[in-house]
């Protein structure tokens, strides 16, 4: 189909690696979105691109965490030096563009530092 | 700052009967808001949105919700409840930056159970 994949589906890490985790938007969608989602949790927002740029990184927790989208396209979020407090699930969506368009989410990557 | 609140961590309703999940908002101007579901080990699915004019939006899989700015809720419905409908459900609403970004602001999420 042509929603949003990610990838890895799971990842495990030890405490203190890097870790990579990667997002293919709908293609033409313009935003991008990350999102963190705690157990039993609502997602909560890291950050934001429109196109290439990174409008908004206010919800990154840390200078741990980075996300980029070199070519408007796919987006990765970085973490360095994982903890297990970064335990999650990673959502990232993405949408048309403008204020009132839904946002299409995928599936997410299930991250357990340990 | 916008918030949305679900005060219910789990809806248990009979199948087919009419079903609600609450959610009430909290903004400083007009209200954007949504329902999303999400299914065990898939990415949340949009719903409906209310943006502007009538108060009753209808969304995907039979589901509606009415706007109620004096009550300052978004309360997702469905007439007759499926079994299929068990899921998780959060409400989410638009923030909008000083910078003029905007992201959503999600609630903690209500599980629906129906039975048979």
């Known amino acids: 189909g042509a929603g949003v994949s990610q990838s890895p589906r799971y990842k495990v890490a030890k405490r203190g690696q890097d870790v990579a985790l990667r997002c293919d938007p709908i293609s033409g969608h313009v935003s991008l979105f990350w999102y963190q989602q705690a157990l039993g949790q609502g997602p909560e927002f890291l950050t934001y691109f429109q196109n290439e740029a990174q409008l908004d990184k206010s919800g990154l927790p840390s200078d741990r965490f980075f996300a980029e989208r070199p070519e408007g396209s796919v987006s990765t979020l970085k973490i360095q030096r994982t903890q297990q407090e970064d335990s999650a699930v990673y959502l990232c969506?993405?949408?048309?563009?403008?204020?009132?368009?839904?946002?299409?989410f995928g599936p997410g990557t299930r991250l357990t530092v340990l | 700052a916008q918030s949305v609140a679900q005060p219910e961590d789990q809806v248990n309703v009979a199948e087919g009967n009419p079903l609600t999940v609450k959610c009430t908002y909290s903004v400083s101007g007009n209200p954007y808001l949504f329902w999303y579901v999400q299914y065990p080990n898939r990415g949340l699915q949009f719903l409906l949105k209310y943006i502007t004019g009538d108060n009753l939006v209808k969304g995907s899989y039979g589901f509606e919700a009415e706007f109620n700015k004096s009550q300052t809720s978004f309360h997702l419905k469905k007439p007759s409840a499926l079994v299929s409908d068990s899921a998780l459900y959060f409400c989410?609403?638009?923030?909008?930056?000083?910078?003029?970004?905007?992201?959503?602001?999600f609630g903690t999420g209500t599980r629906l159970k129906v039975l048979a």
């Open positions: 969506a993405s949408s048309l563009g403008g204020f009132n368009n839904e946002q299409f």
């Open positions: 989410a609403v638009r923030d909008i930056s000083t910078s003029g970004t905007y992201k959503y602001i």
